[in-house]
C-alpha cells in the first residue's frame, strides 16, 4: 500500500471551490488504495491579513506572539479541509503542527524541525482515514507554538514524508512542473518530466521559485522523490530524484534573475588581505554575495566587483564605505543589469557548453558584463533589457542536444 | 499581591481601537501591583465567519473538526491582545487553552473542563507577565481541541479563577452591571452593587443573559467572587457573591421572558400516570418544560398545562400529539404570551411578597394566566403585550421595599 503526502499551497485552498477540488484529488489518490497525509498552507491571504492585524496595534510585535497568532491561518485551512474530504464520504482527520508531532527549535518565526514524532499521524492512518496536517508550524520545547517561516509548508510535507518513509511528495502549486525556461517568455520551453535534486536547487536559488531550497536540500539529504504538479490540471507533472547518468540533462533550465546589483570598487590596493576586509564587512550585515569577479593587479591597485540581490544593495555599499582603505575609492552600483542561468547536470561530464553559451549571446549581440560557473551551472551578468533575448537565445541554442 | 482573573467578551476586543482599550483596562490593574490573567473570547464576528466557512463546504462537519475550526478564533484574539499589551510596554505572552491546562471531557462542541493544570500560568505569572488565555477550548486526552460551547469563555475565566485561587474574577461585557429591571424599559432600574448567587443564577435563568449560568454555578460552588463591568465605562460593576443574611435583598430585580409558549391539553382522563405519560414523552424529545398548571379533576376529567420555550414548541406538541389517550383530546397552543418573574433572595424570609406581585399587576388590570414559585422566585405567565407594563408595576411597587 502507497504513502503519498501531498502539499497544497494557499492559492489551492483559498475558498470553498478550492477545497473541494483538492479534496477531490486527494480523495482520487486514497481511492486507489494509498495512504494519503494532506500538508496545507494558510488559505490565499489568511497570512497576509493576519500579520495587518498585528501591525495595526503593534509596529513591532514579538515573534512568539506572531507565531501564536500566525498558525491559526493553517488550523482554519486544515479543519475546513478534513470537513470537505468528510463531505465528500470519506474519512479525515486534521492535526495541528503540534498534533502531527513537529517538535522545533526556539527560533519563532524562522523555527527548524528538530524531530516528527510520527505515532499520532500513523495511527490516524492505521485507522482508515485521510490525514490533514497543518504545515509551516510545530511546537518547541517550551510548548510554544512556532512556525518554519515563509514556504516552510514545503518543508514541513518533506520532512513529515521523510519520517513517515512515504512513497513520494506531491507539491501541489499554481505551475504544472519545472520548465527547461519560463515558458511566458520562451515559447518553445518544455515541461521537464525529471530533474535532479542538484538541479533543482540551482533553478530555485536562480529564482525559479517552484519549490523552497530547504525543502530540496531535506528531500536529498532523506532521498524524499518529489513530484512538482498543477491542483488544477490533473496531469503528470515534473519528479525531483536522484537520477541515474544517462538519465542526466545536458540542460535542464535556462533561468534570469532581474534582482540583482553589481557593486565595483574601482583601484584597491593589490595586498593580501583586502578582499577579506571587504567581504567580512559585507557578510556583517548578513548580506549573501553571489558572483565574485576580481581583476589582474596592475600598477599595484585591482578593481574588485560582486553581485548582491537588488534589495541588499544600500546594505552592502553602507559596509563597504565604511571600511578605512576602500571609502576613498571609486565606488560603483548598478541596478540595470540580469543574471542569466543556464543548469544541468549533464555539464559534469561534457565539454563545451560554456563556449555555447557564450556563442549563443554573441549571436545575439549582448555584451557578457560578469561570468559565474559551478560543476552544473553557468551564470553570466547582462544588461536587462536583454535578459529576455538572452534566455531564448541560450534555450535555442541548446535545444537540439536535449 | 492580588490576583485578578479578567474576562472580555468579542465585542470587546473587536477591533485595534477596542484591543487597546482593553489592554489599558489590564494594564491599570497591573500597575496596581497585582497579578493579572486576562481570559479572552474571538473577535467580534470571528466564530459566526468561521461557522459559515464551514457551512459552505459541508452542511453538517463533524464535531471534532469544528472545534478544531472554532479554537483558531480566540487564538487569534488572545496573540493580538498580548502583542496590543507588548506595544504599551508591559511584558505579556498569550497562551492557549491546551497551555494554560484547560484539559475537558471529550464532548466535541460542549466539552466539560476536567481539570486545569496551572502550573503554566502561575510560572508566566511568577516571571512577571501579564497572562492572557483563550477561553472556550481546552484539549481532550487524546490531544485533540474541543470547546466548550457558546458561553464557555465565563466558564474559562471563572474555572480558571477558581483554579488558582484567585481574589475576583472580574467579566467584561458591553452593559455595566446587574440592573432591578431592564433599564431601557424601566426607568427607575437601579444598578445593584451586590447580588447573591442564587439571585444571579434564576436572573440568568430568566433571560437576563448578563453571566452564563454555568458560570454563576461554578463559581457558586468554588466561591469565586465575580464582577460583571462594562469594558467601556470605568465605573464600579455588581459583584455577584455569597452574601450575608442582613445583605439578602428583599427584591434583586424584575424580568421578564417572551419566547414562551403554552401548551393547554383540555379533558384528559384524571387517572394516576396521564402527567407522567405527558411529561416523559416531551423529554424524549428533549424539550425543558417550565411552568406546569393541572386543573382539579372534575367529572373524570382534567385540563394540563404547560410551557416551553416558543422554539421548542412545535416538538413538544408533536410529542403530546403522538400519545394514544391524548391524540384525541383538544391541545391549545399558545405563543403571545410572557413569563414575568420576581427574585429576591430575601423571600426565603419574608412574607406577602407573592400578594403584592399579585396586587401590581391586579393594579395594572393584568390578568394572570399561571403561576410558578420557588425559594427566592416569582413567576406569572401573562399576555405578552402587557409584559413591559407588568415588569413596571412590579418594580414600582417593591422600590421603597429596598
Chains 1, 2 share one sequence.
Not at 161 to 180: E, H, K, P, S
Not at 195 to 200: G, P
Amino acid at each position: 500500500m502507497a504513502l503519498i503526502v501531498q502539499k497544497f499551497g494557499g492559492t489551492s485552498v483559498k475558498n470553498a471551490e478550492r477545497l473541494k477540488n483538492v479534496a477531490s484529488i486527494i480523495i482520487d489518490e486514497y481511492k486507489k488504495g494509498s495512504k494519503v497525509v494532506a500538508v496545507v498552507s494558510a488559505q490565499g491571504d489568511t497570512t497576509d491579513d493576519l500579520i495587518e492585524k498585528a501591525r495595526e496595534i503593534n509596529s513591532d510585535p514579538s515573534k512568539r506572539e506572531m507565531d501564536q497568532l500566525m498558525t491559526a491561518g493553517e488550523q482554519i485551512s486544515a479543519a475546513l479541509l478534513a470537513m470537505t474530504i468528510e463531505g465528500m464520504g470519506c474519512p479525515a482527520v486534521s492535526l495541528l503542527g503540534w498534533q502531527a508531532g513537529f517538535e522545533t527549535n526556539t527560533a519563532y518565526g524562522s523555527a527548524r524541525i528538530k524531530r516528527i514524532d510520527t505515532r499520532r499521524v500513523e495511527r490516524e492512518l492505521e485507522r482508515g482515514g485521510i490525514v490533514v496536517v497543518t504545515g509551516f508550524q510545530g511546537k518547541n520545547r517550551y510548548d510554544d507554538m512556532t512556525t518554519l517561516g515563509r514556504g516552510g509548508s514545503d518543508t514541513s510535507a518533506v520532512a513529515l514524508a521523510a519520517a513517515l518513509g512515504a512513497d513520494r511528495c506531491q507539491i501541489y502549486t499554481d505551475v504544472d512542473g519545472v520548465y527547461t525556461a519560463d515558458p511566458r517568455k520562451v515559447p518553445q520551453a518544455k515541461k521537464l518530466s525529471v530533474i535532479s535534486y542538484d538541479e533543482m536547487l540551482e533553478l530555485a536559488s536562480l529564482g525559479a521559485q517552484v519549490l523552497n531550497n530547504r525543502s530540496v536540500e531535506m528531500a536529498k539529504k532523506y532521498n524524499v522523490e518529489l513530484e512538482v504538479l498543477s491542483s488544477l490540471e490533473r496531469l503528470p507533472g515534473t519528479v525531483v530524484k536522484e537520477v541515474s547518468e544517462v538519465e542526466k540533462l545536458l540542460v535542464s533550465g535556462v533561468t534570469k534573475d532581474c534582482s540583482v546589483a553589481k557593486i565595483a570598487i574601482i583601484g584597491v590596493k593589490d595586498t593580501p588581505g583586502t578582499a577579506f576586509k571587504i567581504f567580512n564587512a559585507i557578510a556583517a550585515k548578513k548580506v549573501v554575495v553571489d558572483v565574485i569577479l576580481q581583476s589582474i593587479g596592475r600598477d599595484g591597485t585591482k578593481d574588485i566587483a560582486f553581485t548582491v540581490a537588488a534589495s541588499d544593495a544600500d546594505a552592502a555599499l553602507e559596509a563597504v564605505k565604511t571600511l578605512p582603505d576602500i571609502a576613498d575609492k571609486k565606488i560603483e552600483c548598478e541596478t540595470d543589469i540580469a543574471k542569466v542561468s543556464v543548469v544541468g547536470a549533464g555539464m559534469e561530464s561534457h565539454q563545451g557548453i560554456a563556449s555555447k553559451v557564450f556563442e549563443a549571446l554573441y549571436d545575439e549581440n549582448i555584451n557578457i558584463r560578469m561570468i559565474s560557473t559551478s560543476e552544473i551551472k553557468i551564470s553570466v551578468i547582462i544588461d536587462r533589457d536583454r535578459a529576455d533575448d538572452a534566455v531564448r537565445a541560450i534555450h535555442d541554442k541548446f535545444e537540439p542536444y536535449e
